[in-house]
């Protein structure tokens, strides 16, 4: 069964059809990657999949659950993570405690004025094997917010793999981001796809990243799903070469 | 200016950095007696601070730590001050209970108000608060047969404290009472000290920092905007029972919005950021009321220049700044 599927999802604001009767599904273990000119709504469907706003008309299932109408804050619980296209951090904490809270809160103890020792050390547990995943041990104790850019990127990705989800949002991971920060952040969504088997959705900018990461993409224009395929399949594709090259006159 | 933030600045981790200025916060605070007289101070004096300080920190949960803006914290403390008059007034003369009551009073209203605000950000939270706090004002105000209207509520004194046969008579000796308000500051911040570094704290320093990445973490935002709301009145009662205690005597001037703009004033010029940076600003202002108060009628205005001063130059406050002059 799919993890994540989209059934005609719509978003209207006023006149202006932002996503219209979009269709898909997403594989376990598979990395998709969203693509697509400026304005063409992928932002807007990513946030209606991650519930920051409910879509007009369709439906989404999370592993075959409907999650139409869940707030943002349950379809967390039920294994969703995000991140978003300016990185959203708590600036002047330290990257320990940044993904420390999302721990706790993922282990459900987001109401608990104490710890128990062994739960202290379950958090702690989860911090570090999360901090060693994203490569980020050596700025545990430094400011989130006095760390460079590509680092502040993978705090972001790191708090949202201590809430162990099931399905990984990045929304345009490498945006603003030199070369050696989009090879750096690339590398670690490439890690986390290939040796630890994240489902993972991704809305990005950068070809070089997509082609080279994605299983599957999908792209939309203007709202609407053009072409569907794997990376091969879409570079081949006349109809999403026109939309990103132009047609010849 | 560099923009290296001084670490520790959150109640996170105040233990990184925290043994060296327990101490000398609680010598200066047990001595306070015996030195407040060389600066013009006595031991009522020494327990207004203590009391606005417990008063400013709760509200400081909001404002430092929690990062909401609230203008009407006094409809708690003065809620908390007619609790605990109205046991001792009509009920039973017994100190113990008059502050349980305080603290009753003054959450209560936190639960119900905080339930109707939890859902406003911002400015409309701001405002919402200074409304519900005057509404406190205006029933304590024109209740006259049970809260003594304008005159406030008198004809109560706090009763002596009993331990088995054992009587510590705080009733009649100022220094007793202020070792009994410095014992309940005391618990009271352990209280605040503990929640603020636990898992429960720490989501509400999430919210400061940024409500979207809260929400997208699985926090729910208005569920906690409403606890640290409750927890927040309910510090502000406690200092609120003490006031009736030191005072023997309640009026609706507590509960007036002007007490909310001092307690900001008090938390800001501490600094907002620090866990006791709200004790050192009901310092000064309480002390400086005091003082210039008897040698001129314009007294607010001293604190006007310097709350201005320090908002312009020190904008961590005044521990800020020397916490930032150290490290």
């Known amino acids: 069964m799919s993890l994540l599927q989209v059934r005609g999802a719509t978003k209207t604001f006023g006149s202006l059809v932002a996503v219209n009767d979009v269709t898909l599904s997403v594989e376990p273990g598979e990395l998709r990657a969203i693509i697509g000119p400026n304005g063409a709504g992928k932002t807007t469907f990513f946030n209606l999949v991650t519930g920051f706003f409910p879509p007009s008309s369709g439906q989404i299932f999370l592993d075959g659950k409907d999650i139409t109408q869940a707030s943002a804050v349950d379809r967390i619980r039920m294994g969703m993570a995000r991140t978003f296209q300016i990185t959203q951090i708590f600036p002047e904490l330290s990257t320990r405690e940044n993904v420390q809270i999302a721990a706790e809160t993922a282990m459900g103890f987001r109401m608990r004025p104490w710890l128990s020792r062994a739960n202290r050390a379950a958090v702690a547990e989860r911090i570090d094997e999360t901090l060693v995943a994203t490569r980020l041990t050596e700025q545990a104790d430094r400011l989130v917010g006095e760390l460079s850019h590509g680092d502040q990127r993978s705090a972001e990705i790191a708090m949202s793999l201590a809430l162990k989800p099931r399905i990984l949002l990045l929304d345009e991971p490498t945006a603003g981001m030199g070369e050696q920060e989009t090879f750096q952040v690339a590398g670690l969504i490439r890690r986390l796809h290939k040796h630890t088997g994240y489902t993972i959705m991704l809305v990005e900018h950068d070809m070089r990243v997509v082609f080279n990461l994605a299983d599957r993409i999908m792209v939309l224009t203007e709202g609407t799903l053009l072409a569907e395929g794997t990376p091969d399949e879409i570079a081949a594709n006349p109809a999403v070469q026109a939309a990103y090259l132009g047609t010849a006159e | ?327």
């Open chain 2, 1 to 327: 200016m560099s923009t290296t933030t001084v670490p520790g600045t959150l109640a996170a981790k105040p233990a990184a950095r925290g043994w060296l200025h327990l101490p000398i916060i609680w010598a200066v605070l047990l001595a306070a007696p015996y030195w407040m007289p060389f600066v013009g101070g006595y031991d009522a004096l020494a327990s207004r601070i203590v009391i606005f300080g417990l008063a400013a920190m709760g509200l400081n949960l909001l404002l430092g730590f929690t990062g909401i803006m609230s203008f009407g914290q006094a409809a708690y403390f003065g809620l908390g001050a007619y609790g605990a008059g109205f046991v001792l007034r009509y009920w039973v003369h017994s100190t113990p209970l008059a502050i349980l009551c305080g603290i009753l009073f003054g959450t209560a209203a936190g639960v119900v108000f905080g339930a109707l605000m939890m859902r406003r950000t911002g400015i409309y939270f701001a405002m919402l608060t200074i409304a519900f706090g005057q509404i406190c004002y205006y029933i304590a105000y024109s209740w006259n047969s049970v809260t003594g209207g304008y005159d406030g509520l008198r004809g109560f004194t706090r009763a002596p404290l009993h331990f088995g046969s054992y009587v510590l008579d705080i009733r009649t000796n100022g220094l007793l009472f202020y070792y009994f308000v410095l014992a309940v500051f005391a618990i009271s911040t352990g209280i605040m000290g503990v929640l603020l570094r636990s898992p429960l704290g720490r989501t509400l320093i999430a919210l400061r920092e940024n409500r979207v990445r809260a929400r997208f973490l699985g926090i729910p935002v208005e569920q906690h905007v409403w606890i640290s709301f409750i927890l927040s009145t309910f510090f502000t009662s406690i200092a609120g029972a003490l006031y009736a205690l030191l005072n023997n005597f309640a009026d609706p001037t507590a509960l007036f919005y002007v007490i909310s703009g001092n307690l900001v004033i008090m938390a800001v010029l501490g600094g907002m950021l620090n866990f006791w940076g709200p004790l050192i600003g009901a310092a000064v202002f309480v002390w400086l009321e005091d003082f210039i108060s008897s040698q001129t009628v314009n007294w607010m205005s001293f604190i006007g220049v310097i709350f201005v001063v320090v908002v312009l130059f020190f904008p961590r406050g005044l521990l800020g700044f020397i916490r930032r002059r150290s490290a």
